[in-house]
Each structure stands twice: as structure tokens, then as C-alpha cells.
């Protein structure tokens, strides 16, 4: 029982409730113990109840719910963010495809599966499932920091939106993000190289550069 307790308030120092842990990290952080008996200890966590096995290698702190609700879950988006997109100060990837389209109100289109660019991912382009839910991920064309992150996300947006004209609401809402996040012209070319030319060529055409 005393192991046990140790174990979990270790992981209680480490990690937010209700927030993805995967199963390297709590391997990475009792490196003193083999990876049988961490898995040993993770399961006596999940069946006394103080851990939650959300799906394959991933868990969670639960919190409890209040009228005796039972136990605060999680999504498939909070695993996907931490994977791919940031956690705690790290920014390492962004969101792409419909979903980013959607955020500039360039398109009422809610998308049946989220794309996602991250420095954490090594192909063109693959699907994940993470419980049940089925998401594309594609490697960075360059390396995304929270330095260049909202650089980089209007580069990816006149990348994939292929020249077509931006709606009032949409023009609108990328002057707002470039003033509010500060993008020059210089932050703009220092990664232009990474992206095809009609890139550029889109952002000349709407005169953001």
C-alpha cells in the first residue's frame, strides 16, 4: 500500500489532473523500477481507481464529478494536443486542413477528421485513431516554436487555402492576427523558403506582405 501511494503522488507531483499521461512518461519517471513493475504499479493505480486507463500506453488523474457523477474524463483532442501540438510551454506542431480554415471563418465546414503539422511526427502524412477517433498528422516543414508558431500557422493557411479569395469575415480576422500577434514581413520570409511559392504569391495578392 505504501508503494503505491509513493507511486501515485510521484505522478500527482508530475502531471495535471485530467490531462493525458502516457505511459513512457510515467516509465521515464520511475526509471529506478523495470518497466514490468511500473506497469505492475499503473495497474494497481487504475483498479483502486486513482489512475484512469483512457485507451492503449495512455491515462489520466481523474478528478470526481459533483452529485456523485462518478469521474472526470478526457478527449481524444486533449490527447492529440498533447502529442502533437503543445504542452505546458512546448509548442511543437499546429493545426491544418478544415479545422484551421474554420478558425479564420474561411469555411462553415466542421471537419469529419482533424489534420495536425507537428515537429513530432516524421511522415507526409498518416491517420491515428486515438479512442475510436481518427485524426490526420503530417511532419513540420520547418521546425515550429512558440517563436515562429503564429509566423508559421498564416503561412499554412495561404498554403492550403490554393489561392481561393478570402471571404470579408476571413480577411478581417487574418489582419486582426497579424497585428495581434505582431508578424512582419522579415518573420514571414525568414520561413517562406520552407513552403511552395504560391504561398507567398497568395499573401502578395491579398497585400499581407
Known amino acids: 500500500m505504501k508503494t503505491i501511494n509513493i507511486f501515485i503522488n510521484r505522478i500527482k507531483e508530475n502531471f495535471k489532473i485530467n490531462t493525458p499521461i502516457f505511459r ?6 520511475f526509471k529506478e523500477y523495470s518497466s514490468i513493475y511500473t506497469y505492475q504499479l499503473i495497474k494497481k493505480a487504475v483498479d ?15 478528478s470526481d464529478l459533483p452529485f456523485n457523477l462518478g469521474k472526470s474524463s478526457i478527449s481524444p483532442r486533449d490527447v492529440l494536443v498533447k502529442e502533437f501540438i503543445e504542452y505546458e510551454d512546448e509548442v511543437y506542431g499546429i493545426y491544418s486542413g478544415l479545422a484551421l480554415q474554420n478558425s479564420f471563418s474561411l469555411t462553415s465546414q466542421v471537419p469529419a ?7 513530432k511526427e516524421s511522415s507526409k502524412g498518416r491517420e491515428i485513431i486515438i479512442n475510436e477517433r481518427h485524426f490526420i498528422v503530417r511532419k513540420s516543414r520547418a521546425e515550429i516554436t512558440s517563436d515562429n508558431v503564429f509566423t508559421y500557422t498564416l503561412l499554412e493557411l495561404f498554403t492550403i487555402n490554393n489561392g481561393i479569395p478570402f471571404n470579408e469575415s476571413g480577411v478581417s480576422m487574418v489582419n486582426s492576427y497579424i ?6 514581413k522579415e518573420k514571414i520570409l525568414s520561413l517562406a523558403n520552407y513552403f511552395p511559392s ?12
Open 113 to 119: 477528421t482533424i489534420e495536425v503539422v507537428s515537429n
Open 48 to 62: 483502486q481507481g486513482l489512475l484512469i486507463h483512457y485507451s492503449m500506453g495512455i491515462y489520466y488523474l481523474p
Open 198 to 209: 504560391r504561398t507567398l504569391k497568395n499573401m502578395l495578392y491579398m497585400g499581407v506582405i
Open 179 to 184: 497585428k495581434e500577434h505582431d508578424i512582419t
Open 24 to 29: 513512457k512518461e510515467i516509465e521515464a519517471l
